[in-house]
């Protein structure tokens, strides 16, 4: 297989140390931005020296961002090369679109590093559905989330504090936005229940509240009483559509996700003749997702042109088929909060069962009035 | 695919239903020990009709036991057919042999269910493999023992009684001995540690002690030091060979392991570029041991040819290249026991670090004298 890289950042980079030990893929050209002194003799910053070279078969793609990724990757499927990528944003906005040029032009599109990192996750998922009826998909799918959490559990701390931690280890960007709001998690949730599913969800689409707004006392009064938060992104089959959403959620100290320690994510389906799997490992990180990249290509160079699903006419995002109780801590209460009050935990309240679309639209709005608003879903 | 099925037990009984449903995969005889009027059609006393039915390109066995089922697979081998199989008894004790006939004869021997039941196991070590360096193999294999050891860290409870309860739901067997005392456990550490290091161990060298001999006051002292007790297998690739064994092992409260709930499973294997990955799901049971299988013909029907490992000349067993701490509680020291002892908990004494091989083999010897004895290792 002769590979053209598109990007050397973290990930492109470890797809390069790891092609240069084998004898079957050969990385012939990288697209870079400036200089790679490293890679000189293959590097290059025209696309099309890649696109009119037929000696190229793949491309790898892991520059990220939707331009001009996406421009890249339909020149180069038109050109009638396997394409693969670890593009999520691509992936989430635009993967009926590039399916189904893909199956147009007779080549694969592959992206399994684009949910889950180094986790074999979508292709476990491509593999279920072959054979058994998927029901339930979500779980832990953001690590650096889940350092903030963890951290949170172990010994007192304050949010603003362990997030400043986790941008001195590297694991929370300068600008943590995407992480700590869920946008990140949402994205891969949105991959995945559409892969699942066969729908064609829109990320934006799915209710989503993210963990900024926890505080050391919420978790204290979470622990006293044995849960552990986690924020957890859920997908479930319902009978209109699906039931996406992601929101910090209480879950018991005795289930799987509640011992998934540091950076660690922990995705799960749930399938009729299997019942429930997950998938335990590092979400993100050069080398887990450079090496599911590469696994990608030697699905490829093995044959595999199959693609992970076939969409369907756009499902209905269904989110309040799901109802369940919430903890909500919030500085003023409202008639509406006040008439589902179920019972008072210290700093909040625990409300009856609430439809999960309700609770996140209210939540969301009520962060405008009160920015320390925090809620989880107990489940 | 035209499928012969031998066996219509509980796991073939499953793979009938599961193929009922597809067109892709047809089952054309069922080889049976006593009348099935639900498959009289299809039913057969005779391996020979099967074995003669040119029309027939791949046998499932789910038979279990060595005999007769190795004269059938190798029979079916040797006739050109493929071989899926779930028995982990054949599979560990004739692993390389059959491997080698199968290459020898061109076809496919698959055996995904045999390790892990539903669980994706050997079919996602197998792709590990294709690009990464494994270290270790391992976990928690037995859903027998993990229902058993998680129900008395729940509330306090006698062995004798939850092992009753186990029985009463059908998760241990009558005579219990293959799963508590460690050697079902044992044999999936060894059909894992051969496909992920290429080597061609017994399972009967690899050093065990089961959860027999286990209190509920052992658990007490290990839930107040915030430890839980699980029945772990470990593999790991050393200096000289392979490090294999299985141990009652104290792991923290927040290690992956400790939530494991009910008769689940979660198997690991850590390699030098994704680091640590866990597989977690049911590891037995009628669907989802049979939707293995039936992934397996899957595969095979998609043309995957390729074997899970090549085995090399054997390897070592080095089960003295660990060493770690343990709990031992025996009804009397020994000067060796005194010699090593490190600290007291109530019923036992912590050691300094022991080879593991060491304690695996004075724990053995110490239970034919104090039959109540009990150990594990800590992590």
Redo the contacts between chains.
Sequence with gaps: MNIALLGFGVVGG?VYE?CRKRTDLSLRRVLVRSDKPEIASIATRSFDDILSDPSIDTVVEVMGGIHPAKEYVCAALNAGKHVVTANKALIAACYDELIALARKNGVALRCTAAVGG???WL??LE??K???SLSQVGGIMNGTTNFIMDAMH?APVSFADILKKAQELGYAEADPSADIDGDDIRRKLAISANIAFDTALSETEIPTFGIRTVTDGDIASFQRRGFVCKLIATALRCEDGVCAFVEPTLVS?????????AN?N?I?YTA???????????GA?R??T???V??DC?DVLG?KTAFYSVPSAAAKLCADAVAHPYYVRTAVMDPWLTSITADHWEGGVITSAVPVGQMLRWAKERLAADPTCFIAGIR
Tied chains: 1, 2.
């Design positions: 470890g790891l180094g986790i074999p292709i476990n593999r279920v072959r054979l058994d172990a100290r005795q289930e799987p996700e509640a011992a998934v320690p660690y922990l799960t009729d003749a299997i019942g429930r799997q997950s998938f335990f490992g590092q990180g080398f887990p450079a090496a599911n590469v696994q030697l044959g």
